[in-house]
């Protein structure tokens, strides 16, 4: 269990009352492991959600294969909660070919690198899923694309500490998107330090993206 518990440092409740809480969680449920962050708001903290701090470490000293593995949340993703750190931005859809032949390379990367990737899942719903002579309300929009999604990433593993959802396209617009897949690095202050449209292959990791993100950290 990872979690974040952020009303400690609010004064709301009390790290005791927390603890019990959490021992009849690991006593009941059978929970093996328990990582949690009682940061205030205003620490920069690498822990607080949806950064990904606690969650790499998580899995660094349990073995774990993100890949394989289910994020639960309460809390839509914004890229100001990335800030503090460097990050890459990924452009993916199920029915983009380009995607399936980066993706492996994705998932060999998030494997062998502590460097966060959030996902972007564009425009999942085609014409074409929408049932003949009806059309989808958002809502089901919505619930299809998180449902597809979902069940490729776990045929195809994920690399994604995170992956975000936009149906109409209003997000890309924002990045400057023209299709899939795109790749972003994107700095601590938020500001696009490298875009790459069309498959990231592991040779442009090595000599281009790699390189960039060590300077960025270290700057």
């Given amino acids: 269990m990872v979690t974040n518990q952020p009303d400690v440092a609010r004064g709301l409740v009390e790290i ?11 006593e009941n449920i059978g929970l093996a492991h328990r990582y949690a962050c009682y940061h205030d708001e205003s620490d920069d903290c690498p ?22 593995s289910v994020l639960v949340g309460d809390k839509p993703f914004s890229p100001a909660d990335m800030k503090g750190q460097v990050w890459l931005f990924n452009v993916w859809a199920t029915w983009c070919v380009a995607c399936r032949e980066e993706h492996p390379i994705l998932v060999a990367f ?6 966060p990737i ?25 619930q299809f694309a998180r449902e597809r999604s979902a069940l490729w990433l776990k045929r195809h593993g994920n690399p994604y500490v995170l992956s975000a959802i936009d149906l109409d396209g ?8 023209y299709g899939v897949p795109e790749t972003y690095v994107i700095d601590k202050e938020g500001v696009i330090r ?3 449209v069309g498959v990231v292959t592991p040779e442009l990791l090595k000599s281009t993206i790699l390189p960039l993100v060590q300077k960025l950290n270290a700057s």
């Fill in 16 to 26: 005791r009352e927390l603890e019990r809480a959490h021992s009849y969680l690991m």
């Fill in 170 to 177: 209003r997000v890309g617009i924002d990045y400057g998107v």
């Fill in 194 to 196: 490298y875009k790459r």
């Fill in 118 to 142: 959030v996902g972007l899942s564009y425009k999942e719903v085609q014409a074409q899923d929408e049932p003949a002579g009806k059309k989808m309300t958002p809502e089901e929009k919505l």
């Fill in 110 to 115: 998030s494997k062998a690198n502590q460097l």
């Fill in 47 to 68: 822990c607080r959600k949806p950064r990904p701090g606690m969650l790499l470490t998580a899995a660094k000293e349990l073995g774990l294969d993100l890949a394989k």
